[in-house]
């Protein structure tokens, strides 16, 4: 009598491999996605960490000046204006002073496609001038996309004792001619994945704060 498989012993042959398979590809594909996430989250986390070297280098050598004299509008004057989605102040780059801007705007195409508020912030500069500011000036170019949430906060130190976190700065004749002592950034964005089994993109948030400290003496405008 010759010895062989039955029909049945075929089966469940069949059964566990197909079971071995599909755990092997489930972790398989849980390595590949972890992998995927984890390099998309270091690649975003650079992009940040280079911008906020670059904001916490302009903000330190943020100048305050005394410029008031030398605007055609003296009400309009102010050595560092700032709200809770936008900075304004001048810097010295490159031994030239510099006007700067950051402000967050809504980013109409991506919250449309995700259903969800997404905003970005622009960057913009040019050479300082005694003549009013005027947002209108700047073309600016877009330094960080894909933002949940973006907040600017001015510390306001009225003595060795007691100090105050701002949503504003600019507001009154005393913050119109001195610098805030920090500047908080805080920021939640969207890191994308690409999972190629799924074909479909996945965005996890990462929620960062830094404080920049500014310089505070004064510096007289030549």
Request: net charge negative.
């Amino acid at each position: 009598m010759k010895k062989g498989f039955t029909l049945v012993e075929i089966f469940l042959a069949i059964s566990i491999f197909s079971i071995l398979a599909v755990s092997i590809y489930g972790v398989f594909h849980m390595g590949i996605t972890a992998w995927r996430k984890m390099e998309a989250i270091l690649e975003r986390s650079q992009e940040l960490r280079l911008l906020m070297e670059r904001m916490g280098v302009e903000l330190r050598n943020c100048l305050d000046l005394d410029i008031e004299e030398h605007f055609i509008e003296q009400e309009k004057a102010y050595a560092f204006r700032g709200a809770s989605n936008k900075m304004i102040f001048y810097t010295l780059k490159n031994g030239k002073i510099r006007s700067i801007i950051y402000k967050v705007e809504k980013n109409l195409e991506k919250t449309e496609e995700l259903e969800r508020d997404v905003f970005l912030l622009e960057r913009a500069e040019k050479p300082f001038s005694p003549l009013v500011f005027g947002e209108d000036d700047f073309q600016g170019e877009v330094v960080l996309d894909l933002i949940k949430e973006l907040n600017f906060s001015y510390l306001e130190r009225k003595s060795d004792t007691e100090e105050e976190w701002l949503d504003k700065w600019g507001e009154n004749d005393l913050q119109k001619k001195n610098l805030p002592a920090q500047v908080k950034i805080k920021i939640v964005f969207y890191v994308p994945t690409y999972l190629p089994v799924s074909r479909k993109i996945d965005y996890q948030e990462i929620n960062i704060e830094k404080y920049v400290d500014l310089v505070t003496a004064k510096r007289k405008l030549q």
